[in-house]
């Protein structure tokens, strides 16, 4: 499994964007790399997942460059509700045993 | 959550105790999972299951036992609790590819 490196914790004023990247050097043919969120007292909940380039969706966009050695989840114009731990998992799609690691705390502030 | 629930929502129980916990899906999927969840460790895989009486062991699977007699219903089972398996448990489903896993809200339980 690939092991994912995520900043710990990071701020951001409300109405900014917001980019969190993780670092995945090992990342195999087949792994995909898929983002989760997680509010207090919830169980993560799927944002998005992408194997090159970029893909966007109604709640965020992943960029992945060419080496799929990283990748950056970006949020656009962040507000209070964003506030949320995020996860980066790179796995194939079929795997079982995803690492979920401690991801990234965001905190937005007003 | 789209169709996943966990019970109990919270429990408190003595240690030496046995102790189910219950997830139940209403989409029919195949593979159900055991999470748990701790401070500075993120979410842990306990065991899963791929169908009816198919399960495997995840990375934490030592003091638990899970059973799946029916395609809606995952149980963990806590043969004699431990203070060390306090902690949040969530149970989730594949939701398909290109949308990962689906989590129920979990279930907290405490071991004093």
């Known amino acids: 499994l690939a092991k994912t490196t995520q900043p710990i914790s990071m701020d951001s004023y409300e109405g900014q964007e917001v980019n969190i990247t993780c670092s995945h050097n090992?990342?195999?043919?087949?792994?995909?790399i898929t983002w989760y969120q997680q509010f207090p007292s919830q169980g993560p909940r799927f944002i998005i997942q992408g194997y090159k380039t970029k893909v966007t969706n109604e709640v965020a966009s992943l960029f992945i460059p060419a080496d799929r050695k990283s990748s950056t989840l970006s949020l656009p114009r962040v507000s209070l509700s964003d506030t949320a731990v995020y996860y980066c998992?790179?796995?194939?799609?079929?795997?079982?045993?995803?690492?979920f690691g401690t991801g990234t705390r965001l905190t937005v502030i007003p | 959550d789209a169709g996943i629930t966990q019970s109990p929502r919270h429990k408190v129980t003595e240690t030496g105790t046995p102790v189910t916990l219950r997830c139940h899906q209403t989409?029919?999927?195949?593979?159900m999972y055991w999470y748990r969840q701790d401070p500075g460790h993120g979410l842990r895989l306990i065991h899963y299951s791929y169908g009816v009486k198919d399960t495997d062991k995840g990375e934490v699977s030592d003091g638990y036992s899970v059973s799946r007699s029916k395609t809606e219903d995952f149980l963990l089972t806590l043969e004699s609790a431990t203070s060390s398996q306090t902690s949040v448990y969530f149970c989730a489903i594949k939701s398909g590819i290109g949308y990962g896993y689906t989590f129920g809200s979990g279930t907290r339980l405490t071991v004093v």
């Open positions: 989409e029919n999927h195949r593979y």
């Open positions: 998992l790179v796995g194939e799609t079929g795997a079982n045993n995803l690492f």
């Open positions: 090992n990342i195999a043919t087949n792994d995909y």
